[in-house]
């Protein structure tokens, strides 16, 4: 008779193998879960090889499991480095013991101990011992005490003995398992923080843009809160791809997928520098918003030009790396048009315009930092239309640079007008420096 069962209620041995594999690729995917893994495996094979050590370290198998630990760090080159360091401290400070121990009869005294700590503490100075400094006291103390509690010279050095031979035992096997068992790469993680970086970059410039869009005085420092959050991100990034970087040192599976990560240190150094100058954007733009003092300022007219350069320079950090050669022709053309709108209030004293003129300079080297090739700026051609006959149009310079736009016919192009980072030079243009009558 045939099996008229729903086909749901048989269970599906395929589907439950996928869901299993897919959850431990969650957790394997956990730097932490995994450590714990291989910390745990690491210090029970130490364990169970401790007592089959030859010769006296077979009577301490508990110091083999400390060096498993003390090896386990989440990178191969680290683990090594730790691991060489902390045997080296521990020789120095069983060393140090073993002098102490020697030069003093019976039980150690108090004395011995004083002597120890204090000469421990001086050795543990050493920069050149690294992770290791922290274990000069822990194994002077440790065997002067423990050691020292013997009756003999010999047993102590018997435990001096057993007691680093039992840490390498551990930091081998550490090592070993670290290398052998899903040895991580961060490369990946990296890569997401850098992209929530720029994301983050982006936010803060359209932010600074809202505040421009505001009524002034401002009221809240929510947005300049999240603005200063910024170095603390941007060294977090930086750690996350030195990180990474560390992590295919002496790593085998980097041999399976081969990458130079001079592209995510290249984008952290411009993101760096568009961190900068947007901070400063962002402390100009407190000042001018709660009208703190009157040595920087800016006219009304100005505001609206100012965010939408604003919001335009958002576009290119957001879209760098993409398709983003329109949102740079577009950044540029709005931050040349904030330089014209200043022009035009070049007759205000210097302190009416000055931050809009720190502004514009601090987005022009945004762009630069972001395109340091400046090749995306507008040329004056391309709103210029067709030029007159006979008549002097729109020049550029020889590096792409925007010349006069009211350039006369039959003489050479003046070096006036604004370009997409500031002014350029005009000799015969009034300065808003000079004396006024």
Request: a negative charge.
């Amino acid at each position: 008779m045939p099996d008229r069962r729903p086909s749901g209620s048989r269970p599906d041995v395929r589907a439950d193998v996928r869901t299993a594999s897919r959850w431990a690729r969650v957790l394997l995917g956990q730097p932490r879960l995994l450590l714990a893994v291989k910390a745990a495996l690491a210090a029970a094979l130490a364990y169970w090889l401790a007592p089959h050590v030859p010769g006296v370290a077979a009577e301490y198998p508990y110091y083999a499991p400390l060096g498993a630990v003390i090896a386990m760090y989440p990178t191969i080159k680290a683990s090594l480095r730790q691991g060489v360091q902390t045997l080296l401290g521990l020789v120095v400070g069983i060393v140090l013991a073993t002098v102490v121990f020697s030069l003093q009869e019976g039980q150690p005294g108090v004395l011995a101990v004083a002597a120890v700590v204090g000469v421990g503490t001086l050795l543990a100075g050493i920069r050149r011992l690294g992770a290791g400094r922290d274990w000069v006291l822990t194994a002077g103390l440790f065997v002067l005490l423990l050691g020292g509690s013997a009756t003999t010279e010999g047993d102590q050095a018997d435990y001096s003995t057993g007691y680093v031979i039992q840490v390498a035992v551990g930091v081998v096997v550490g090592l070993t398992v670290n290398y052998l068992l899903v040895p991580p790469l961060y490369a990946g993680r990296a890569d997401e923080r850098l992209r929530s970086l720029q994301a983050s970059l982006a936010d803060r410039t359209d932010d600074v843009a809202a505040v421009f869009e505001a009524r002034w005085p401002l009221e809240g420092d929510d947005w300049e809160r999240r603005v200063a959050e910024l170095p603390g991100t941007l060294r977090r990034v930086r750690d996350a791809v030195q990180y990474a970087d560390e992590s295919r040192r002496l790593n085998p599976r980097w041999k399976l997928r081969r990458r130079d990560l001079g592209q995510e240190y290249a984008d952290l150094v411009v993101f760096e520098r568009v961190g900068f100058h947007l901070q400063d954007m962002a402390e100009v733009s407190g000042i001018l918003g709660r009208r703190i003092g009157r040595q920087i300022g800016i006219v009304e007219e100005l505001a609206p030009v100012v965010a939408r350069a604003a919001h335009a320079v958002a576009e290119v950090v957001r879209l760098r790396g993409g398709d983003d050669i329109d949102a740079f022709v577009e950044a540029r053309r709005r931050v040349a048009d904030l330089w014209e709108a200043i022009d035009e209030h070049r007759h205000l004293p210097t302190t009416d315009t000055s931050g809009g003129v720190s502004i514009a300079v601090s987005m022009g080297r945004i762009i630069a930092a972001l395109d340091p090739d400046d090749t995306t700026a507008p040329r004056p051609d391309d709103d210029a239309g067709e030029a007159d006959e006979g008549g002097g149009g729109a020049g550029s310079d020889a590096e792409g640079g925007t010349g006069p736009a009211d350039g006369r016919a039959g003489e050479e192009p003046t070096e006036g007008g604004t370009d997409s980072t500031g002014p350029v030079d005009d000799p015969t243009a009034p300065r808003d420096t000079e004396p006024r009558r």
